[in-house]
């Protein structure tokens, strides 16, 4: 510490310590809150069209079209070292294959940020102002993993791999999240209970059968999971 | 006389401090990022607000660095005192460089 230039140098690699270890603890913290969340999700309208997957294409596919209603309470994920909360809309039917695992396909997403990640979004100058004021004075805002869609058209139409998709059983669409932290890790949607994290209450719809081809009917009626 | 500047200026970039500053320098550079750290993360934590912990821990390293780094005077208040070279009558150390007695 004699001169200036260790001096500067003693206090730079101290605070990088320092720097690491608050984030370690902020990291940390997020297991002091509860995580409950709950969604319910049910279809609304689902109908089955043939198209191409891109103009110049020759195959054709079955593309299903669904619109959803969606009500979740995420509220809980909202903290102060809460970025962004990514939640999506899966549909999952079982594989005609012998294989393992379900087809799952995402058909709707949506990103909610915090107040603090606000600047981040992708969006146009007058939805920003918007965003920023819906939350003036609050590092955090809870209320915005509150979403009630009604009769939501999905962002993406699906597919499946072999191009047949009509007349499909036991559709089910499931809702997911990610919470992107500012420090730690990117968390998934927890399959089990871990300690105050819970798993997702409700976020399963009823399942549904695709309607046969280009017959636009209205699916009878599902109560919500 | 340039000789004279240019070692004033060396000095001063330099910014020696005396072996006392420098075990209190050290300390205190420790005690303030410490608590810099303890204080932003406690205040993050409960008034719920990242940015606010990241400006006060940005905040009190610049504090940390401008109360260390330079040579403040704070910090050389004992300087060391050589003792005088036996023999030697004037203040000049007596040094002998190619014969001659150098002041």
């Not at chain 2, 940005?58 to 036996?86: C, D």
């Amino acid at each position: 510490m004699h001169s200036t230039l260790v001096r500067a140098q003693n206090v730079f690699g101290f605070f990088t310590t320092v720097c690491f270890v608050v984030a370690g603890l902020i990291a940390l913290s997020d297991f002091s809150w509860e995580r409950k969340p709950s969604s319910t999700v049910s279809v609304k309208d689902v109908q089955v069209v043939r198209g191409r997957p891109h103009y110049y294409s020759t195959k054709k596919e079955e593309y299903a079209h669904i619109r959803f209603n969606l009500n979740t309470d995420l509220s809980s994920l909202f903290t102060w070292n809460t970025k962004q909360v990514f939640v999506y809309v899966s549909a999952t039917w079982p594989s005609n294959s012998t294989g393992p695992r379900d087809n799952e396909a995402v058909i709707w997403d949506t990103i909610i940020t915090s107040p603090s990640a606000d600047h981040l979004q992708n969006i146009g100058p007058a939805a920003m102002k918007k965003l920023v004021k819906s939350a003036k004075g609050k590092s955090i805002d809870p209320s915005r993993g509150k979403l009630n869609l009604k009769n939501q058209k999905a962002k993406y139409q699906i597919t499946s791999p072999t191009g047949k998709l009509a007349e499909t059983d036991d559709v089910v669409l499931k809702v997911h999240y990610n919470v992107q932290p500012w420090v730690g890790m990117l968390t998934w949607t927890p399959q089990v209970d871990f300690g105050g994290w819970k798993t997702m209450k409700g976020g399963v719809s009823k399942a549904f059968t695709l309607p046969a081809l280009k017959k636009k009917k209205e699916e009878p009626k599902k109560a919500t999971s | 006389m340039a000789d004279q500047l240019i070692e004033k200026v060396r000095d001063a970039a330099e910014g020696q401090i005396d072996f006392e500053g420098q075990r209190f320098a050290e300390r205190l550079a420790t005690a303030l990022l410490s608590i810099v750290g303890f204080i932003s993360f406690a205040v993050g934590f409960f008034l719920q607000d990242i940015k606010l912990a990241l400006f006060i821990g940005l905040g009190g390293a610049a504090l940390t660095f401008l109360v260390v780094v330079p040579p403040w005077p704070v910090y050389n208040q004992k300087p060391v005192h050589w003792l005088q070279v036996p023999g030697s009558q004037s203040a000049g150390q007596g040094i002998i460089v190619d014969g001659k007695v150098i002041s």
